[in-house]
């Protein structure tokens, strides 16, 4: 932020006081939840929505789960499998094989990708 940040100069607060505020919630966390928090809460301070901190969600999911996907896939034997499914999906459950989208089979989809 200090070097490279072309916007530093237009932060709510100064950079230097926004850095001594918070570094020592990073500093002194505890574990990655609360690691993950200070380096919210610092964030937070910056006006950046590039900072926003999202994570993978198997390692770390807030309570309301507002940071995890809501379908993780897998490419099991030559398949495409639903190895996670939140439970607001009611089309999917873990396990199933996606074969096609939009009645386009996945090895298609895979190939234009490519």
């Known amino acids: 932020m200090q070097y490279f940040n072309p916007n530093k100069d237009i932060l709510d607060q100064p950079w230097d006081s ?3 505020k918070n570094i020592l919630y990073v500093a002194n966390a505890k574990n990655s939840v609360a690691y993950y928090f200070s380096i919210k809460r610092f964030s937070s301070c910056t006006n950046n929505a590039h900072l926003e901190g999202l994570t993978y969600a198997q390692y770390f999911s807030p309570p309301t789960y507002y940071y995890s996907t ?5 490419y099991i034997e030559n398949n495409y ?3 996670a499914v939140a439970s607001n999906v009611i089309s999917m459950k873990k396990g199933d094989i996606i074969k096609a ?3 386009i089979t996945v090895s298609k989809i895979t190939l234009k990708q490519f």
């Open 81 to 83: 499998t639903a190895v």
């Open 70 to 74: 809501e379908i993780v896939l897998r």
């Open 18 to 20: 926004t850095f001594l």
């Open 101 to 103: 989208i939009n009645n």
